[in-house]
């Protein structure tokens, strides 16, 4: 017997992390959008935005380290790197560890953008905010943050009941 689509779109619906990937995807989406709409961002892509969180607020990374992190290829971070570095918004300099490398950071430029990105991401939520109680979605805010704080433990560790 063929397995139904409304079947998996059943069971997607009762995987909880399923239901935070695709709403995280549709808020992604409309943030890009709006930074599309902006002057000056016309050029922004997704692509683009998914090196960001990669890439250290401190000391830059290397570009094969990036393309590893991002899992693609290295041709193609050196493409949306040589894109952004275009923009403004990522330099190259000189690895201390490796004087035949390179390493990418972030410019001045580069860092208000995020801020201005966090800006956008901050009127999304305020959008979706007035769909929801305010008590649930401090508790919805609570559990990431408490999510956040165990996946980027080095030695993660279940909360005392």
């Known amino acids: 017997m063929p397995t139904e689509w409304s079947e998996i779109e059943a069971h997607k619906r009762l995987a909880t992390l399923q239901v935070l990937f695709k709403v995280a995807?549709?808020?992604?989406?409309?943030a890009l959008t709006q930074l599309q709409g902006e002057s000056g961002a016309e050029s922004i892509r997704a692509a683009h935005l998914s090196?960001?969180?990669h890439i250290p607020q401190q000391g830059g990374i290397r570009l094969m380290d990036l393309a590893n992190?991002?899992?693609?290829?290295?041709?193609?971070?050196f493409q949306w790197v040589e894109d952004l570095v275009g923009l403004?918004?990522?330099?190259?300099?000189?690895?201390?560890?490796?004087?035949?490398?390179?390493?990418?950071?972030?410019?001045e430029?580069?860092?208000?953008?995020?801020?201005?990105?966090?800006?956008?991401?901050?009127?999304?939520?305020?959008?979706?905010?007035?769909?929801?109680?305010e008590s649930d979605?401090?508790?919805?805010?609570?559990?990431?943050?408490?999510?956040?704080d165990v996946l980027t433990q080095d030695n993660p560790s279940p909360p005392s009941t």
């Open 25 to 30: 995807r549709l808020l992604n989406d409309k």
């Open 51 to 53: 090196l960001l969180p």
């Open 69 to 77: 992190k991002v899992g693609v290829t290295k041709q193609a971070v």
């Open 88 to 107: 403004g918004m990522l330099e190259r300099h000189p690895d201390p560890e490796d004087r035949r490398s390179k390493r990418i950071g972030f410019t």
């Open 109 to 133: 430029m580069g860092r208000q953008a995020i801020l201005h990105g966090l800006g956008v991401l901050q009127k999304l939520e305020n959008e979706m905010r007035a769909h929801v109680p």
């Open 137 to 148: 979605w401090q508790g919805f805010r609570n559990c990431l943050l408490r999510l956040h």
